[in-house]
Every structure is written in C-alpha cells, then in structure tokens.
C-alpha cells in the first residue's frame, strides 16, 4: 500500500504538490496521470524519501520510505532507466545492488532472466539502448522482490515486444497481490495495463478512480453511431421522438440518449439501410482529457 496524505510540496513560490491526497492499494496495477508539470514526479520522490514534504505525508507500507530497513526488500522503483553507471556491466551493476541488501546471486541471475537481458548481462551498461537500459532499471526495481512496485514511465523505450512484456509481467505481479504504481503518457497502454487510475494537475488530485468507471462517465460513452443509406428521414424521426441527433463527417449520425437496438428498429420500420450501427465507448484518453481541460500549464497555441 501506498499512502499520500494531505502532501504539498512548493519550491519557493511555486507550489508543485497541493494537499494531494490519495491511497494506491496491493494487487492492482494503478496509473498515475497527469500533464507536464503536473507534480507526479515530485509526488513520486516525495514517496520514495526523496524529497521532503513541506507538509503533509507519504508511506509506502505504512511506514516512510526513510525508516524502511531494507528499501529494496519493500519498494522496486525505476524513477531513470539510465542510472546505472555507465561502465559497469548489467551483472555487476545489479551484483552491487544485490550486496547492500544481502540478497544472492542467484536472484541476480532470475531477474536477468526475468527481464530478458540474458544475451547482453556482461555488456557494459553504457552500450546499452534506452530499451535496454529500460529492461535493466525493472531488473533493480525487481531485485529484492518487493511488494511494492514504483515505475516512472518505464514503457518509454520498449519497443512493441517489450512493452507486451512490462504489461503482462506487471499484470501478474499484481495478481500476486502486490502495489504497482505506474506513470505513462501513453494512454492507451496505460488503459491495457492498469485498471486503476490517480490523475492529478496542478499538484491537485483530479481522479482516483477504476478505469472503467471513469471512462463509461466521459461525454460521448454510449453515444449511437449509424450511417444509413438515406440518413435525413431517420434523422427526423429520431428528433420526432425528442433524441438528440448531430451530423457527423461522412453522413454519420451520433444519437444520444437511445441505444443501438431502438435505432436500429426504428430504421427497419422506416425501411431505412444501415450501413453501420455501433455504441461508442468512451477511451482513458477521452477521460483524461476531459479532466485535464483546465489543469494543462503547458500547451501550444492553437495554430490561427
Ligand atoms: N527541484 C525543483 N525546483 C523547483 N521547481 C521544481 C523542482 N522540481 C519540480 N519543480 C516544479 O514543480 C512542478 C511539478 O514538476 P514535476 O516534475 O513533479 O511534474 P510532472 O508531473 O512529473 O511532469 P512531467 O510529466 O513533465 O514529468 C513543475 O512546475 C516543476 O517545474
């Protein structure tokens, strides 16, 4: 379990994280969304005891991350997957790790393997690519065999391959029963792998939500879609019926506040074709977007 409560976190001035509160609970895969700038870093080191709270707080298994006796043994985080010194070997950057925490080599070698870096375990770390370095930064976080896992944006880098395995292999830690907090900018990724979501901006929680609930919410889940060979007399009678109907591109229909079923009966009484009849379910991406509207620091000018 992870813990924030009532955490705020200002540089100067500037305040990164706002009373932020929110809890990440074992046995689920749990994103953690928001813009740039948005404080999910700073939350996250504020987490790991790498920054100090100028109030309020944050424990990993109920405890501080400072006054765990053997971090690696409770929390696995990957905050750069470029931190291991560069002339070092992946077997002797995770060796060295290992000895701080008693742990053996043997458990050295399964992560290696767990992370498929077996063909390249005596190359130097800095011949690495971002991918790999990736795959090397989850072996460390894996090392100890924590029940708690904090990855900042692994994904970054994998290619399709390994980003098929970070979810699978973070899917089945969590039905261990173990926490695993994620950070992505890829929504659709995140939507496949997690099914919990914490979005903030602006240093201020936004959702803490399962996935499915926050995107059956989103404006346009549940809308009908339909395109008919002739479209304007269907689109009367719907309107006839008080539904309100908007022209899509393409002679497509968006129906609101009806199902597929009574538009598709209500075309065959009118003799009308469909070419397409579908229910659009909303995306993560749609959600998140939604809730991001007034919280986004940085965004480009819309082109004039
Ligand atoms: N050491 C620091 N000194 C001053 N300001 C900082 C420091 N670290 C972060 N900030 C500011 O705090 C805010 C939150 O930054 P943070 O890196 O936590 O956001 P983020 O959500 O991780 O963003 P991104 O998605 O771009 O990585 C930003 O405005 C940032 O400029």
Request: charge should be neutral.
């Amino acid at each position: 379990m992870i813990e924030v409560t009532h955490l705020t976190k200002r540089y100067g001035a500037s305040t990164a994280v706002d009373d932020l509160s929110f809890t990440v609970r074992p046995g689920t895969v749990t994103g953690f969304l928001g813009p740039n700038g948005a404080g999910k870093t700073t939350t996250i080191r504020a987490v790991v005891g790498l920054e100090r709270p100028t109030s309020g707080s944050a424990t990993v298994a109920g405890q501080r991350y400072a006054d765990l006796p053997a971090p690696l043994q409770e929390v696995g985080t990957m905050l750069d997957g470029r931190n291991a010194h560069p002339g070092r070997t992946a077997v002797g950057h995770l060796t060295g790790l290992a000895r701080t925490h008693g742990i053996g080599r043997a458990r050295v070698d399964q992560v290696i393997g767990l992370a498929g870096l077996e063909s390249v375990a005596r190359r130097r770390v800095g011949t690495f690519s971002l991918g790999m370095a990736q795959r090397l930064g989850i072996a460390a976080a894996l090392l100890g065999d924590p029940g708690i896992l904090i990855l900042d944006e692994p994904v970054n880098g994998l290619d399709p391959d390994g980003v098929l395995w970070i979810r699978h292999l973070l899917q089945a830690l969590a039905a261990e029963g173990r926490t695993v907090l994620l950070s992505s900018h890829l929504m659709s990724e995140l939507a496949e792998t997690a099914s919990r979501v914490v979005v903030i901006g602006q240093g201020r929680l936004l959702a803490d939500e399962d996935i499915d609930t926050l995107v059956a919410a989103t404006a346009r889940a549940g809308v009908v879609r339909v395109r008919a060979t002739d479209a304007a007399p269907l689109a009367r009678a719907l309107e006839r019926r008080g539904t309100p109907v908007t022209l899509e591109e393409g002679g497509v229909l968006e129906v609101a506040g009806t199902d597929a079923a009574a538009v598709g009966a209500l075309a065959a009484g009118l003799g009308i074709t469909l070419l397409e009849l579908s229910t659009v379910s909303g995306t993560l991406e749609d959600a998140y977007l939604g809730l991001t509207a007034g919280a986004v620091q940085y965004r480009a000018e819309a082109a004039r």
